[in-house]
């Protein structure tokens, strides 16, 4: 009788530790598996953030179920979800890249459109500012509204607009739209200073 | 090519008239008008608009495409404001 107690106990733990043993088998591969699908979370680098945020919060969520899986000691639980789960961390990168040249795209053509609207339209207000700005320097008296601190100040926004419009055709000769763009904004506003300062009615 | 602005050229007196009259001035969204009111000359438009009656040929070159005289000039008649 006692015989057969110590024998069950004995079977009982080595039953135990075979299981313990299984386990711990299952735990380094459930551990690699996370660890391989953060990589490939990390390789698609900020682009991921930046262009495909909503599939980067999956996979990050589902990484976070996984390891509170891994926590639960439930190894099998995360070899046996990992793989799909790595297929779509390693998805990531090129999602990432094709988002991102996508954007690229729309807003190298958001430039290019606003720099056609921008250089059609600088010129002839251009024109119009300095040739009023050309009279009444040689006017023996400026006109009602118009006092001499002003027209200083319409002369010097003029001189900057001209300096700003040069680097913005360059820019566009270089074929940097974008700061095309950005110099030509800046000769608009200081144009429609200039017209505002003048009394002269916008186009 | 964008089209090259010109440099500053404060107070410089504009270039003497040519013999032949010059081709209609092209307008743009920017060129500033003026209505001729009753009572309106020339001169008197020039010292409203900037302040010195004797800069009128200003005015009278840049319309010389509806004007062949600078003293007559029409109630309602729209003039380019260079």
């Known amino acids: 009788m006692k015989l057969r107690s110590v024998f069950a106990g004995f079977l009982s733990l080595a039953m135990a530790a075979v299981l313990l043993a299984g386990c711990a088998n299952q735990m380094e591969p459930a551990k690699k598996a996370i660890a391989d699908i953060e990589a490939a979370v990390t390789a698609a680098g900020p682009d991921a953030a930046q262009y495909i945020p909503d599939q980067l919060q999956a996979v990050t969520s589902q990484i976070a179920d996984l390891k509170a899986k891994f926590d639960q000691k439930d190894y099998k639980g995360v070899i046996a979800a990992a793989p799909a789960l790595l297929t779509q961390a390693q998805g990531l990168a090129g999602a990432a890249s094709s988002a991102k040249q996508a954007a690229q795209a729309a807003a190298a053509e958001a430039f290019n459109a606003e720099w056609a609207q ?28 118009i006092d001499a601190a002003t027209f200083e100040g319409v002369k010097t926004g003029l001189d900057e607009a001209r300096v700003l419009w040069d680097q913005a055709a360059a820019a566009q000769a270089s074929g940097n739209v974008e700061q095309a763009v950005t110099n030509a ?11 505002a ?5 916008a186009g | 090519m964008e089209e090259k602005i010109p440099p500053p050229a404060w107070g410089t007196p504009p270039e003497a008239a040519p013999a032949e009259p010059e081709a209609a001035p092209t307008d743009s969204a920017y060129t500033q008008w003026y209505e001729v009111k009753k009572g309106d000359t020339l001169w008197k438009i020039a010292k409203e608009v900037y302040g010195d009656g004797s800069l009128y040929p200003d005015i009278f070159k840049a319309n010389q495409d ?5 003293d ?11």
Do not use: H, W, Y
């Not at chain 1, 300062?197 to 009615?201: H, N, Q």
């Open chain 1, 118 to 145: 921008l250089s059609a339209d600088i010129p002839p207000q251009f024109a119009a500012v300095m040739s009023r700005a050309n009279i009444l320097a040689r006017s023996k008296k400026l006109p009602a509204g």
């Open chain 1, 185 to 195: 904004r800046q000769v608009k506003e200081k144009l429609n200073a200039a017209m």
């Open chain 1, 197 to 201: 300062g003048l009394g002269m009615s």
């Open chain 2, 66 to 70: 509806t004007l062949s005289d600078p």
């Open chain 2, 72 to 82: 007559k000039i029409q109630v309602g008649q729209m003039l380019r404001i260079p």
